[in-house]
């Protein structure tokens, strides 16, 4: 009996999860300009839409590029403070660690006030750089965990027996350590980049409607109605979150890039 209720908890559960996917799918599929769930018929016709007109393509190049970079920017950023911190130890490392995890600990408005305050000081508000770096420091804290994780789960005799044979500080960096971190540095792109592209509070703050993303678009268009193309959106950002974990669930040790698999004990 015990079973039956677990399976049916967890049917529940799943079920709850899966049903707005499903109806944002469904009223993606209308063939009319409706948001009507299950669509009377069904058609293709907003993913069309999506990609052939301006108004939607603009938002979404914008929000790849901002994406790409702002992901980029926050690996390179916690790639060293994760390789000092695991290197030298101390309090100094820890205060670096606290500063590299900072970010999630306040909520997004206060650190989006804290980017408009800024670039408008230096007078670079409303420009994609300032969303870029504004992104890339706020998610810094997500390749900082994933590679705090990889050199965590590292053994150091590796390091030692290259050192050992002779290897320099470089040689051990780019033949031992990075090898052993890529999948950690992917990972760590991979999920900021796919909170990059969801997030909306940061980049309506330091460009307002100046530099349009996809989230910004979406709340913008609210005001003029209701299309099936919002949902087309959804879809989408679901799709590309799924490919993306699946990815590295598939190549990568998902539960440990999570932190929910303790590494074990040497």
Do not use: C
């Amino acid at each position: 009996m015990s079973r039956k209720l677990q399976a049916a908890y967890i049917l529940v559960i799943l079920a709850a999860l899966a049903a707005p996917i499903v109806v944002v799918a469904g009223v993606s599929l209308n063939a009319e300009q409706a948001l009507l769930f299950p669509p009377p018929e069904m058609s293709l016709r907003w993913y069309g839409a999506l990609f052939s007109s301006p108004d939607w393509l603009v938002p979404l190049r914008n929000s790849l590029v901002i994406a790409a970079v702002s992901a980029l920017l926050a690996v390179l950023v916690a790639l060293p403070l994760a390789l000092h911190v695991w290197s030298r130890g101390g309090l100094l490392s820890r205060a670096l660690y606290t500063l590299g995890v900072a970010p999630f600990m306040l909520p997004p408005v206060i650190s989006a006030l804290g980017f408009l305050v800024f670039w408008v000081t230096i007078g670079m508000y409303g420009q994609m750089a300032a969303t870029i770096v504004s992104h890339g420091v706020f998610l810094v804290t997500l390749p900082v965990v994933t590679l705090s994780l990889g050199l965590g789960a590292m053994d150091p005799a590796l390091v030692e027996a290259a050192r050992t044979m002779g290897a320099t500080r470089g040689q051990v960096m780019r033949t031992v350590i990075l090898p052993l971190l890529l999948p950690y540095i992917v990972s760590g792109y991979a999920f900021a980049f796919v909170l990059s592209l969801n997030e909306y509070i940061i980049a309506y703050m330091v460009a307002g409607f100046t530099v349009e993303t996809l989230p910004i678009k979406i709340f913008n268009s609210l005001r003029y109605g209701y299309t099936p193309i919002m949902a087309v959106v959804a879809v989408l950002f679901v799709a590309l979150a799924v490919a993306v974990f699946g990815l590295i669930g598939r190549f990568g040790n998902l539960p440990r890039l999570l932190g929910a698999e303790r590494v074990e004990e040497r």
